[in-house]
Structure formats: C-alpha cells, structure tokens
C-alpha cells in the first residue's frame, strides 16, 4: 500500500557504493541529474557528498517549480482556491459515510479538529494529514530541492525549473479525482507505516537503490492508480524531455533536481535519456 504518501517525500552515512546522482553527456556537454526526497530531518543532513560535488560543478539548479514564486502568499491563495471546497460543499458529499467515519476517528487520534478540515478536498487533505505527522517525527521542510534552493540563492547561482507554479497547483488539486475514498483509505494506513516506510525510503536513496525505490513507490502505485501513476509520474517525466535537452545543449552545466521517483523505472528520466542516446552514468 505504499504509493501515495511517498510521492511527497520524493520527498548522515557515507560510502555508499552508488548514489541518486547522474552525470549526463551528450558528448560536448554535460549535466547532473539528482533524485530528490522533499522532506528530511535536521539529522539526515549532511547530505551525500555526490550531491555537494555535482552542485559545486553546477553552474545553476534547475528545480521542479519555482519554489520561491510557490510560497508567495498569492500564490497559496490560489492554491487553497483550487483545493477547497466552496461553501456549502464539504468532504461528506465526495466520501462514502464508512470512509468518512474512519477519517473522522484518525483526526479526532491525532487531536485535530475535523471542523477545521472539512472544507479542504482530498488532496489537501491528504498533504495536511502528512505534513502533521511529518513534523510528529521531526521532519519538516528541509528537503533536498529547499537545501539547494536557499544554497544557490546564498552562493548566487542561477535558478530554473520544469514547470511552472500553475501546473503544480493543478497536479495538486487534481490528485486521485475519481478515487477519492481509495485515496484516503490508503494514506489513512500508510500514515500508521509513516516511520518505518521513511527509514526504507531514505537508505534505498541514499543507496541509489532504484530498484527498492520502484518496489516501494512505483509497482504498487502503478497496479492500484494507474491514472495517478500517469499523471503525476510518466506524463511529468515525458514533459521534462525536452527541456533537459535543451539544457544539454547549452555550453553550461546545470544540476536538475526532482523526486527520486522520477527517476526510477522505464518510465523515468534516466531510463528515457539512455534510450536517447546519452551517456548516463552515476556520479
């Protein structure tokens, strides 16, 4: 069942034998392509050093989105606009009243009220119901894309990114249309996994593990929300093409960085460049 909840994760031992960090040569040019978990605790830092070494070559960082541009306060506006319900709606008319009541006794477990969360849809919901029990574990926004994106600002490094803030805020409030009782009932069992699952999660990318990556984030995904798999994942990864093409042929060097389950699978970013023809190798 563990599917959902790792796609916003992806989200201090050293030597490991590989890493999530790629070097990618067209031959004349080149750039670091590195699988990212978007939240981490202060105790995962520091980081792998393949990542500080790509990073240190980089010219600039190219991110998912914008990040600063998403946390701009109309930015979030629009978000929550898009991710709550208008008044008079609510979570009871798009959940079955079974799912809704076991929502209703996990909320009141973990003493928050459900009067304050009735009004966000499900994926909102979803993200708020993990971010509190990310920060129960000590974890917060200290993902790798936040860590470089305060460094190359500090350093004065160039930024870019995949995709715009529009397009994130409509994967967002697009997510598990169509299957919402599913869609809670998993994060409901997955947030009682939570501890163990990042521990999993974090050796197999710090391990540059991609066939545990796909075990854990990608098979069960893809058997039980295909559509979800497509959208956030394959139609993602297929966009990203041709613009980390176009970065390649330029004369700079650029450190992409997007989450590690991007990467993983035929499907991913690094199986697409081989089969382009690019020398990929790990760094």
Same mark, same amino acid.
């Given at each position: 069942?563990?599917?959902?909840?790792?796609?916003?994760?992806?989200?201090?031992?050293?030597?490991?034998?590989?890493?999530?960090?790629?070097?990618?040569?067209?031959?004349?040019?080149?750039?670091?392509? =590195?699988?990212?978990i978007?939240?981490?605790?202060?105790?995962? *830092?520091?980081?792998? $050093?393949?990542?500080?070494?790509?990073?240190?070559?980089?010219?600039?960082?190219?991110? %998912?989105?914008?990040l600063?541009? /998403?946390?701009?306060?109309?930015?979030?506006?629009? !978000?929550?606009?898009?991710?709550?319900?208008?008044?008079?709606?609510? !979570?009871?008319?798009?959940?079955?009243?079974? @799912?809704?009541?076991k929502?209703?006794?996990y909320?009141?477990?973990?003493?928050?009220?459900?009067?304050?969360?009735?009004?966000?849809?499900?994926? &909102?919901?979803v993200?708020?119901?993990? &971010?509190? %029990?990310?920060?129960?574990? =000590?974890?917060?926004?200290?993902?790798?894309?936040? *860590?470089?994106?305060?460094?190359?600002?500090?350093?004065?490094?160039?930024?870019?990114?995949?995709?715009?803030?529009?397009?994130?805020?409509?994967?967002?409030?697009?997510? =598990?249309?169509?299957?919402?009782?599913?869609?809670?009932?998993?994060?409901?069992? $997955?947030l009682?996994?939570?501890?163990? /699952?990042?521990?999993? /999660?974090?050796? #197999?990318?710090?391990?540059?593990? /991609?066939?545990?990556?796909?075990?854990?984030?990608?098979v069960?995904?893809?058997?039980?929300?295909?559509?979800?798999?497509?959208?956030?994942?394959?139609?993602?990864n297929?966009?990203?093409?041709?613009?980390? $093409?176009?970065?390649?042929?330029?004369?700079? @060097?650029?450190?992409?960085?997007?989450?590690?389950?991007? !990467?993983? #699978?035929?499907?991913?970013?690094?199986?697409?460049?081989?089969?382009?023809?690019?020398?990929?190798?790990?760094?």
């Amino acid at each position: 069942m563990r599917k959902l909840i790792l796609l916003w994760l992806l989200l201090p031992i050293q030597g490991w034998a590989d890493s999530s960090v790629w070097k990618v040569s067209d031959g004349h040019s080149e750039l670091f392509i =590195g699988g990212t978990i978007h939240v981490l605790s202060r105790q995962d *830092y520091p980081l792998p $050093e393949e990542f500080e070494q790509a990073y240190r070559q980089a010219d600039l960082v190219i991110l %998912e989105t914008d990040l600063a541009a /998403m946390a701009q306060p109309e930015a979030q506006q629009r !978000l929550l606009q898009q991710v709550m319900y208008p008044e008079g709606r609510s !979570l009871q008319d798009d959940l079955r009243p079974e @799912t809704y009541r076991k929502l209703v006794d996990y909320v009141s477990s973990i003493n928050l009220s459900m009067a304050a969360l009735e009004r966000f849809k499900p994926p &909102m919901l979803v993200i708020t119901l993990t &971010m509190a %029990e990310l920060q129960r574990l =000590g974890m917060g926004d200290t993902g790798v894309d936040h *860590y470089f994106h305060a460094k190359a600002l500090q350093d004065g490094k160039r930024l870019g990114e995949l995709e715009s803030v529009e397009l994130q805020m409509k994967i967002i409030a697009d997510m =598990g249309k169509g299957q919402e009782d599913e869609m809670i009932l998993s994060t409901l069992q $997955e947030l009682s996994e939570l501890p163990v /699952m990042m521990n999993d /999660m974090k050796r #197999a990318w710090r391990n540059g593990d /991609m066939d545990k990556l796909e075990e854990i984030g990608i098979v069960p995904m893809r058997e039980e929300f295909p559509s979800l798999y497509d959208s956030l994942l394959v139609e993602r990864n297929n966009s990203w093409m041709p613009k980390i $093409e176009a970065l390649l042929a330029t004369p700079e @060097t650029e450190l992409v960085l997007v989450g590690a389950l991007h !990467l993983v #699978a035929n499907e991913g970013v690094i199986e697409q460049l081989k089969s382009r023809g690019y020398r990929v190798e790990r760094w």
